[in-house]
């Protein structure tokens, strides 16, 4: 890494938080993109310092975008983009569409990320293989980590607005929800 460190993000996806660093080389005209400690772009001698570069984050290949704009002589703004949203209205709406738990199993932490729409399961950045049922209630998406039987029940809260409710279980027991 090198003095030209322009931004660090954090972003959260189902396989897990990455970690974006922007170098931007003002008086060599150098971008770099860092995606994890690793660089997935780098361009020398642009001329033009303002302007946008695109890139791909994690296994599902998540659209971001980097902006440069100018904000006074030479000093720049650099905002992050995931899917063509803000980073904050990106996490606002993950926030909708995902439930997370963190937990430790047997002395390993492991990220649970459940989507919604699809009912995919994460653990630590690796699609777990499911099995679903509808039961009197809602739904069970049943799946093991390590020697633990797990389950995320779905069912209605009875109010419109705050719609179906998702519960993860780990060998009987429930597993509080986490935000980030």
């Known amino acids: 890494m090198s003095s030209d460190l322009a931004g660090v993000w954090e972003v959260a996806l189902s396989d897990g938080v990455h970690r974006i ?10 971008r770099v993109i860092y995606v994890d400690g690793k660089e997935v772009l780098r361009r020398e001698w642009m001329f033009k ?37 803000s980073l904050k209205q990106y996490m606002e709406n993950r926030s909708k569409v995902t439930s997370t738990w963190l937990l430790n199993l047997d002395g390993t932490d492991c990220r649970v990320v ?24 809602g739904t069970e998406t049943h799946f093991t980590l390590g020697d633990h039987n797990c389950c995320v029940k779905a069912v209605s809260s009875g109010k419109r607005r705050d719609g179906i409710i998702h519960t993860l279980l780990v060998d009987g027991t429930e597993i509080a929800e986490c935000t980030e």
């Open 21 to 30: 660093e922007f170098e931007h080389g003002t008086t060599t005209g150098k």
């Open 114 to 137: 459940l989507e919604k729409d699809t009912m995919d399961v994460w653990c630590n950045g690796e699609k777990i293989e499911t099995a679903g049922e509808f039961v009197d209630d």
């Open 49 to 85: 310092l303002v302007g946008k570069e695109t890139f791909n984050v994690g296994q599902s290949e998540t659209k971001a975008t980097i902006n440069i704009d100018a904000v006074s002589g030479f000093a720049y703004e650099y905002t992050l983009e995931i899917n063509g949203k």
